[in-house]
């Protein structure tokens, strides 16, 4: 007599994927560089909005937006280098550099404004070039190289502008053949639902939008978060930090460059003595909006939030009736916070990844 014996199956093996731990949202949002940004501006709105009548208009807005822009479209750039490992103390004249270059061009020989503009792209594009070779041919550290540029930058805004001019402001170019055009491009604005809105609003979005996709869509993207988390290891599997450098230095040059057709635009002349002290601003929303000083972690929608923080601050210290100075005291206590902040945040997520 034969006996049948009920055998079961096997359970089908268990997959990586199965087997991996889910991350819960919080996990998820408090890896994101941005986060703290996205909160301390969460923070700073309700402040103002509280105290400030006039913050809470749309107007307001609108200026805290331009303000914004106006660090934010160069705190891009500054952002996508400090995430590859260096930093750019000249940033802040190269922007006035660029302005008196397309202006004593057009004026000085007659030339059409668009003239200017293209000379002065070239000239910029060459110094974000060769701050980027200095470093990386060298091994000299960026902020060395960098703070020489600064000054002589300096040097060279100030003494050209007076040899030339026979002051410390170019001559203004309002009546020069494409002026029209070149401040639709760079300086213009337009009415929305009653509220104007500078031309910088969108083009600053536009180039959080471009940098954006370039770190998270884009083989470059990798390439610059492994040239400033570990040189040596990227070079090793074939990152071209080199060229990866020099080029997020051009762009930092590029986007200088941009924001001082901007004030040219804006203002008719270029003072040769603006610019100092704002490459530090730069550096600032950089590290507000998450990225290391160390390298190899931020994002550029955080350097748009850390500008958009000192926007609302600039303005709404106006609106509340304050003493400017305490402006200052702001920026310092801001960037300690933030540094503390960012490193505590990327600490939580790397515990939590393991």
Same mark, same amino acid.
């Given at each position: 007599?034969?006996?049948?014996?009920?055998?079961?199956?096997?359970?089908?093996?268990?997959?990586?994927?199965?087997?991996?731990?889910?991350?819960? !949202?919080?996990?998820?949002?408090?890896?994101?560089?941005?986060?703290?940004?996205?909160?301390?501006?969460?923070?700073?709105?309700?402040?103002?909005?509280?105290?400030?009548?006039? #913050?809470?208009?749309?107007? =307001?807005?609108?200026?805290?937006?331009?303000?914004?822009?106006?660090?934010?479209?160069?705190?891009?750039?500054?952002?996508?280098?400090?995430?590859?490992?260096?930093?750019?103390l000249s940033a802040g004249v190269s922007v006035i550099t660029g302005a008196l270059t397309a202006s004593m061009i057009s004026y000085e020989f007659s030339a059409n404004m668009w003239v200017g503009v293209l000379v002065s792209l070239v000239v910029m594009l060459a110094i974000g070039f060769?701050?980027?070779?200095?470093? !990386?041919?060298?091994?000299?550290?960026?902020? @060395?190289?960098?703070?020489?540029?600064?000054?002589?930058?300096?040097?060279?805004?100030?003494?050209?502008?007076?040899?030339?001019?026979?002051?410390?402001?170019?001559?203004?170019?309002?009546?020069?053949?494409?002026?029209?055009?070149?401040?639709?491009? #760079?300086?213009?604005?337009?009415?929305?639902?009653?509220?104007?809105?500078?031309?910088?609003?969108?083009? /600053?979005?536009?180039?959080?939008?471009? =940098?954006?996709?370039?770190?998270?869509?884009?083989?470059?993207?990798? /390439?610059?978060?492994?040239?400033?988390?570990?040189?040596?290891?990227?070079?090793?599997?074939g990152v071209p930090v080199n060229k990866v450098k020099i080029g997020l230095f051009m762009g930092v040059a590029f986007l200088a460059w941009f924001y001082g057709m901007h004030v040219l635009f804006a203002f008719n002349t270029v003072q040769s003595g603006q610019g100092v002290g704002n490459?530090?601003?730069?550096?600032?929303?950089?590290? !507000?909006?998450?990225?290391? @000083?160390?390298?190899?972690?931020?994002?550029? @929608?955080?350097?748009?939030?850390?500008?958009?923080?000192?926007?609302?601050?600039?303005?709404?210290?106006?609106?509340?009736? /304050?003493?400017?100075?305490?402006?200052?005291?702001?920026?310092?206590?801001?960037?300690?916070?933030?540094?503390? !902040?960012?490193?505590?945040?990327?600490?939580?997520?790397?515990?939590?990844?393991?």
């Open positions: 007599m034969s006996t049948t014996v009920a055998t079961q199956s096997p359970p089908p093996p268990t997959t990586d994927s199965s087997a991996r731990p889910k991350k819960s !949202v919080v996990t998820m949002l408090l890896g994101r560089p941005e986060i703290g940004a996205f909160a301390a501006a969460v923070a700073v709105f309700i402040f103002f909005f509280a105290i400030a009548d006039t #913050f809470r208009t749309a107007a =307001a807005m609108s200026t805290i937006l331009y303000a914004s822009s106006t660090i934010g479209i160069v705190a891009v750039g500054v952002a996508l280098l400090m995430i590859g490992g260096e930093f750019d060769i701050n980027g070779y200095l470093v !990386v041919r060298t091994g000299i550290p960026s902020f @060395l190289v960098t703070l020489s540029t600064f000054f002589m930058l300096q040097g060279i805004n100030l003494g050209v502008t007076r040899q030339i001019t026979g002051t410390v402001a170019t001559r203004s170019v309002s009546d020069i053949d494409g002026f029209a055009s070149a401040q639709n491009v #760079f300086a213009s604005d337009f009415t929305l639902g009653g509220v104007t809105i500078r031309i910088t609003v969108l083009w /600053w979005i536009v180039f959080i939008l471009v =940098a954006t996709w370039i770190l998270l869509r884009t083989r470059v993207g990798n /390439w610059i978060f492994a040239a400033g988390g570990n040189a040596a290891s990227a070079r090793a599997v490459e530090f601003i730069y550096i600032i929303a950089a590290v !507000v909006g998450g990225a290391l @000083l160390t390298g190899g972690y931020g994002s550029a @929608l955080g350097s748009a939030i850390g500008a958009f923080i000192f926007g609302m601050t600039v303005q709404g210290i106006v609106y509340a009736g /304050w003493d400017p100075s305490w402006f200052r005291f702001f920026l310092g206590a801001m960037l300690l916070l933030a540094v503390l !902040v960012n490193l505590y945040v990327k600490n939580y997520a790397t515990t939590r990844k393991a």
